[in-house]
């Protein structure tokens, strides 16, 4: 098996770290898409935005520029995912744990568009 360094656009199980104290942020194990690797940093990091699950929450459909929606299957998820771009952080890559695949580059390039635009 080959593996290879995380690519904007792949999506992996990773180990969001606990806080302390508690917050709204996503912990555990979880999905999330490669958002962009920094090529100068110190460290070997990924900017990532945690999923959840998609159960037709009314927060994620009040703000679809903040909470993009991935069907089952994109990137290899097993369930309809909503994408937090509102939870958008950097991780060390060996929090990633397993690979699920990759987003079609146009699904990808709209997560991307939307998560730019925040910064405007």
Excluded: C, N
Aim: glycine share 8%; proline share 10%.
């Amino acid at each position: 098996m080959t593996t290879r360094a995380p690519r904007p656009g792949d999506v992996f199980i990773a180990s969001f770290p606990e806080h302390d104290p508690r917050g709204h942020e996503q912990e555990g194990l979880r999905p999330a898409v490669v958002l962009a690797v920094p090529s100068r940093s110190r460290f070997p990091v990924l900017l990532v935005a945690p999923l959840t699950t998609d159960r037709g929450q009314e927060w994620a459909s009040a703000a679809p520029g903040l909470y993009p929606r991935l069907p089952k299957g994109a990137g290899g998820l097993p369930a309809d995912s909503i994408v937090l771009l509102d939870q958008t952080r950097s991780i060390d890559a060996v929090r990633v744990r397993r690979m699920l695949g990759t987003l079609e580059k146009t699904i990808f390039k709209s997560i991307l568009a939307k998560w730019l635009s925040l910064f405007r």
